[in-house]
């Protein structure tokens, strides 16, 4: 069974501190993306990483996945209320979609 | 108004009912598919079908039926619920078949629970 780890589950902080949040797997992707879902709402994306060792900036976010492509990461500097939500990564083994694993998210409270 | 929505957003039923979840988007696209969230297991996916005439299984196909009624409509059945399938179940749509350069939107989920 391909699995997909995401952590922390949880993660409650302070306006205008900072985190990271991340995703770990012993498989290869071959993309990797990341969305933020509200509550009531469905997922949306932030980015795609493609390329091991790529580096991607949405203003206060950034992405980074990992060399070997098995992991990502996602820091935010300065954490903003508007910012809380479910943090989901999905890995892809292979082109098609029947091939994508979902994490189970990391669910992020910023407290104003 | 939104570009992916789902009917009904809440379903209350009981175990053995036949249940019907239905999407529909305005967005365009040809490729549409059907997910069921659980806590602590990300989201599964159930079926996609990439046109009219195309259907296929995802990864936790059994005890669940689709039909692509249009371009814009995919509609989700559970033919005999049962309370292993309550969850929160997505639709959503994409412009490519290629996970690597799409974006998936997602419609606003339907809360079903099976009692």
């Known amino acids: 069974t391909q699995l997909l780890e995401q952590s922390p589950q949880f993660l409650s902080i302070q306006e205008g501190e900072n985190l990271t949040v991340y995703c770990n797997s012993s498989?290869?992707?071959?993309?990797l993306q990341w969305y933020r879902q509200e509550p009531g709402e469905g997922p949306v994306l932030l980015v795609t990483?493609?390329?091991?060792?790529e580096v991607k900036k949405l203003k206060r976010l950034t992405f980074q996945f990992g060399d070997a492509r098995k992991d990502s990461s996602l820091h935010i500097t300065a954490a903003q209320p508007g910012d809380t939500g479910l943090y989901l990564c999905?890995?892809?083994?292979?082109?098609?979609?029947?091939?994508?694993?979902f994490g189970p998210g990391t669910s992020l409270s910023v407290i104003p | 108004d939104a570009d992916v929505t789902q009917t009904p957003r809440n379903r209350i039923t009981k175990t053995g009912k036949r249940i019907m979840l239905e999407c529909s988007q305005t967005?365009?696209?040809?490729?549409m598919y059907w997910y069921r969230q659980d806590p602590g297991l990300g989201l599964r996916l159930i079926y996609y079908?990439?046109?009219?005439?195309?259907?296929n299984k995802g990864e936790i196909s059994d005890g669940y039926s689709v039909s692509r009624q249009a371009q814009a409509k995919f509609s989700l059945s559970l033919e005999s619920a049962i309370p292993n399938q309550t969850a929160l179940y997505f639709c959503?749509?994409?412009?490519?078949?290629?996970?690597?350069?799409?974006?998936?939107?997602f419609g606003p989920g339907t809360r079903l629970t099976v009692l």
């Open positions: 959503a749509t994409s412009d490519h078949a290629t996970f690597s350069t799409d974006t998936q939107y």
């Open positions: 498989s290869v992707f071959s993309s």
């Open positions: 990483v493609v390329t091991g060792g």
């Open positions: 999905a890995g892809a083994l292979s082109t098609s979609y029947d091939k994508v694993i």
């Open positions: 967005k365009g696209h040809d490729r």
């Open positions: 079908s990439f046109d009219v005439k195309d259907i």
